[in-house]
Structures are given as structure tokens and as C-alpha cells.
T-cell receptor
Framework: EPEVTQTPSHQVTQMGQEVILRCVPI?????FYWYRQILGQKVEFLVS????????KSEIFDDQFSVERPDGSNFTLKIRSTKLEDSAMYFC????????????FGPGTRLLVL | QKEVEQDPGPLSVPEGAIVSLNCTYS??????FMWYRQYSRKGPELLMY????GNKEDGRFTAQVDKSSKYISLFIRDSQPSDSATYLC???????????FGKGTTLSVSS
């Protein structure tokens, strides 16, 4: 069964450094998302991406964050100048087409900012 | 008022019990309703998807949506120890838009 994959599974970084989280969505999916989950808290929406542009973003997704689809398979989240409070699980998700709201999630990247 | 509310539990039941999990929401624009299962430190796994009101059944799982009461439920019949996980409700107003999640209910099924 097709699945969303994410790399790395764990990332430890120093405060102020830049990190890039990578995702390979399900191959025929057209909508891509990033969510995060701080330990013990709700899963929170960050951004959605369709047709090579951001279609929606939350208040969390400020200038520190950016997304990119550098080729036909990868979808990345870049976090610049990381802060301690960026420590969380980051989940990538994808969905097939508009009109079918079934988002499939990857296993996540656990980011720890020291 | 929080958009999506879900009792975090924990909920402990014996094997074979019927489990009822619930969420309430405040935004009447929500039309798409999902239940995800999340094992510890893993990604959410889609269990059930319902559009608008009504019931949907898949094996031991039944999802119900009551838009008039802004209330959704997930029932698990003949619960198994492998059902032990955190169950997240999620919803959105339009396809392709942000999912709004509840905090999740932690379920433990003992054998």
C-alpha cells in the first residue's frame, strides 16, 4: 500500500541553526501538508501546498518557515534559525484531489532543538 | 471556545468491550470528519472518513456524525488489546484545507 515517507526520523540541532525536513508524498497525490505536534499537545496545521504554491498557512507558519517541492517527488519544510520551542514532531501529509478529504500522514520527524 | 474538544481520557476497557469515543466542535462550516489512530511517537493513521452527516461502518469501527448537535462519535466493537492507542478526531470545512484536530483520547484495552 502506498505511504508517505519522511526523513530523517530524528533530528537534533542547535538553537539558531537551519533544518530541512523531507517528505515523499504518495505518488498520485496533488495536495501536500505539514503539521506539527508538540509533546502532549494537539496536532497543529502549518501549511498546505498545491500546484507549486502555498494554498493555506496557519499563524504558526511565519517567515521562519518555508516549503518547497524541489522535484517531482520530494516536499520539504525548511526551518530557519531554530528556536527551543520548535522542538516537536513534524508530520507530512498528502491527499489525492480536491473533493476527497482524506489526508494520509507520514511517520513524522522528531525535531529536538538544544 | 475551543474549535474541537475531545476528552483526553485515559479510557480503560476490558477486551471485547464496546468503546465509544466522541468529539464536539463549534464551527458549523465543518463538513469533513475523520478519525485517526496514533500509536506512541508515530504518525496518525486514518481510520474513518465521513462527509457531512450520517453513519459509516468499516469492520469493527462505526463513525457517526450529527451536524445538528456538532457531535461526532467513533464506536469500536469487540475491542482488542491491539486497539490500544490514542484516537484523534479531525475535521475541515473544505477538501484540501487544514485539518483541525482534537487533543486525542488515549484508549487502553486489557486482555
Amino acid at each position: 500500500e502506498p505511504e508517505v515517507t519522511q526523513t530523517p526520523s530524528h533530528q537534533v540541532t542547535q538553537m539558531g541553526q537551519e533544518v530541512i525536513l523531507r517528505c515523499v508524498p504518495i505518488s498520485n497525490h496533488l495536495y501536500f501538508y505539514w503539521y506539527r505536534q508538540i509533546l502532549g499537545q494537539k496536532v497543529e496545521f502549518l501549511v498546505s501546498f498545491y500546484n507549486n504554491e502555498i494554498s493555506e498557512k496557519s499563524e504558526i507558519f511565519d517567515d521562519q518557515f518555508s516549503v518547497e517541492r524541489p522535484d517531482g517527488s520530494n516536499f520539504t519544510l525548511k526551518i530557519r534559525s531554530t528556536k527551543l520551542e520548535d522542538s516537536a514532531m513534524y508530520f507530512c501529509a498528502s491527499s489525492e484531489t480536491s473533493g476527497r478529504e482524506t489526508q494520509y500522514f507520514g511517520p513524522g520527524t522528531r525535531l529536538l532543538v538544544l | 471556545q475551543k474549535e474541537v474538544e475531545q476528552d483526553p481520557g485515559p479510557l480503560s476497557v476490558p477486551e471485547g468491550a464496546i468503546v465509544s469515543l466522541n468529539c464536539t466542535y463549534s464551527n458549523s462550516a465543518f463538513q469533513y470528519f475523520m478519525w485517526y489512530r496514533q500509536y506512541s511517537r508515530k504518525g496518525p493513521e486514518l481510520l474513518m472518513y465521513t462527509y457531512s452527516s450520517g453513519n459509516k461502518e468499516d469492520g469493527r469501527f462505526t463513525a457517526q456524525v450529527d451536524k445538528s448537535s456538532k457531535y461526532i462519535s467513533l464506536f469500536i466493537r469487540d475491542s482488542q488489546p491491539s486497539d490500544s492507542a490514542t484516537y484523534l478526531c479531525a475535521m475541515s470545512g473544505q477538501a484540501g484545507t487544514a485539518l483541525i484536530f482534537g487533543k486525542g483520547t488515549t484508549l487502553s484495552v486489557s486482555s
